[in-house]
């Protein structure tokens, strides 16, 4: 039976009809439309799916849609800025190349938000280990970290609703 649920997403709340096993990542796919979020392995490996709960990178593909009542949630769509400029890490992606085909980087662009956000001066270790769960099969990683380093020397907190 379904149950309905409120959602803060992006700093807008959402209210949907689940079930108990619905995960978050159908749930903003199909039933919220912000479809920025992607379904990769659907399993917990490629980080494709990645979005942040309060804050933290988290794995929407293994994360069930009831247990995030009550948490504030970010898809890639909340990264842009006012006026829907990009922010300071999004234009980093592209400076550096960091984006090929496009498919992986909604996540790598929440889980680089997650790890500046927790240490807003990473060293390329922190980056790499950080990201790690993140797979892409065009750039080669090595632009990916660049662009995270060039985008902690300006503090991404403001893209973040
Ligand atoms: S789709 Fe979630 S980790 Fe691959
Ligand atoms: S840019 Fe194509 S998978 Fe990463």
Redesign the pocket.
Known sequence: MKKLITLDINNRIYEVAVNDNELL?EVLRKKIGLTGT????????????SVLIDGKTE????KLAVACEGKKITTVEGLALPGSQLNPLQDAFLEHGAVQCGFCTPGMLMSATGLLLRNPNPTTDFIKHEMSGNICRCTGYKRIIEAVEAAAQFGLKAGVK
Do not use: N, P
């Not at 992607?38 to 799916?49: E, I, L, Q, R």
């Not at 794995?59 to 293994?62: A, K």
């Open positions: 990542m992607k379904k990769g392995c659907g399993d917990g490996d490629c980080g494709a799916c794995l929407s593909c293994i």
